[in-house]
């Protein structure tokens, strides 16, 4: 239904890169996702006042409030697609994580009620009331939640929405716990046993789990997370396809929502090379970088002597000492400054954050192996972490 509404209703519906693309998808979904839970708490509801079963009641409730959930996903992408202002001059796009995480805290308050729910169950267990109208209208509801979980999983992925993936374990969780209450209904109808507590108290403890995980993958970009390899890559390959840039390193990426990303790095050029055909052409991958990857990038030009025999063998066999401290540790901004009693090599070393030595330990021991190299060198290190 979902591929259906997007080809008849989203222009463009395949370029999912558009903002305006993601926000017609978030607002399809979210629209689809209060008509459905809708339906299934006016169905419930009746179950409920025909079977006067409390449990099917309190699901039925839960389906309301799963329809406020698509009501702030709806509202997060809306809120997220107005334009900068100055109070916001990156615009609003984080918003749609903000929404994420609201959904998020609502899972993990319907596993808290439930959790408190089924603990009383338990301890005084109630006979459960069961008709074949309920176990039909359960069945149904369980096969409308599996398809919510899934095709808000799958545009999640799509557009990369963490408001949507944090929808779509929320309807994944919504499937348990009416399942579970399917469970304790027929075990009471047919020998008895009053296992729905225990039954509620299992899926409580899964929903839970799957509202913690939700709210980690909509916090983590709140906070400020490395950017994914892939998208690392392509910056790389696009900067690099300009011959006259040798190497980058420092690559910051700032992410104000999806679609609104703001990247610094540092491109390595020729020092004996025309700065104004250099500068001509930083701008040129800076226009690529916005134009083909939705990107308002800085690049910063480090000079490297790439024509100075020494100074290549000299990086190499530094390079080399590096790794023996730790294979994850790069280096950049190599240039040497010879002197009259010694050579200094001056250079930046970058740690990999999982490095069990501390930046003062490193320092020393790169600068020791420096040492001891033949040439009188002398190591001036500048020891940083990296921000991918």
Excluded at 10 to 39: E, Q, S, W
Excluded at 232 to 247: A, F, H, M, N
Excluded at 346 to 355: H, R, S
Excluded at 365 to 375: E, M, P, S, T
Aim: charge should be negative.
């Amino acid at each position: 239904m979902i591929r259906f509404l997007s080809r008849r209703f989203i222009r463009d519906h395949d370029n999912v890169t558009d903002p305006a693309v993601r926000r017609a998808y978030g607002v399809l979904c979210g629209c689809v996702g209060i008509g459905l839970n809708l339906l299934l708490f006016a169905a419930k509801l009746l179950a409920g006042l025909l079977s006067g079963s409390i449990a099917i009641m309190a699901d039925a409730a839960n389906n309301l409030s799963d329809a406020g959930s698509s009501l702030v996903t709806l509202l997060g992408f809306k809120l997220a697609a107005q334009a900068p202002d100055r109070g916001h001059p990156f615009g609003h796009g984080r918003m749609e994580y903000v929404s994420g995480l609201v959904v998020s805290m609502v899972i993990v308050l319907m596993g808290v009620e439930l959790a408190r729910d089924s603990v009383g169950q338990i301890l005084h267990p109630e006979p459960v009331d069961f008709t074949p109208l309920a176990g039909m209208i359960l069945l149904a509801s369980i096969g409308v939640k599996l398809y919510m979980a899934r095709y808000n999983r799958t545009v999640g992925r799509r557009i990369q929405s963490a408001a949507m993936a944090a929808t779509a374990a929320d309807s994944l969780s919504d499937c348990l716990a009416t399942t579970a209450v399917l469970l304790g209904s027929l075990a009471g109808r047919l020998w008895g046993v009053p296992i729905d507590g225990w039954c509620g108290g299992a899926v409580a403890l899964f929903i839970l789990w799957s509202g913690i995980n939700a709210a980690r993958e909509t916090i983590n970009p709140l906070l400020g997370q490395p950017p994914s390899p892939e998208f690392v890559e392509q910056v790389r390959s696009l900067v690099l396809s300009y011959p006259e840039i040798t190497g980058i390193h420092d690559l910051i990426v700032h992410d104000y929502g999806p679609g609104r990303r703001i990247i610094s790095l540092h491109a390595e050029v020729p020092a004996n090379g025309d700065i104004m055909a250099l500068h001509d052409v930083v701008d040129a991958a800076e226009r690529r970088l916005n134009d083909e990857m939705g990107c308002l990038a800085t690049i910063h030009m480090d000079p490297v002597v790439n024509d100075d025999g020494l100074t290549a063998e000299t990086r190499v066999r530094v390079a080399s000492i590096v790794r023996l401290i730790d294979p994850g540790i790069s280096i950049h901004d190599f240039r040497m400054i010879p002197g009259p009693l010694q050579t200094k090599v001056i250079f930046d070393a970058e740690i990999p954050y999982q490095c069990s030595l501390s930046d003062q330990e490193i320092r020393q021991r790169i600068q020791q192996g420096v040492q001891a190299l033949d040439g009188n060198y002398s190591a001036v290190v500048e020891v940083e972490k990296g921000y991918v």
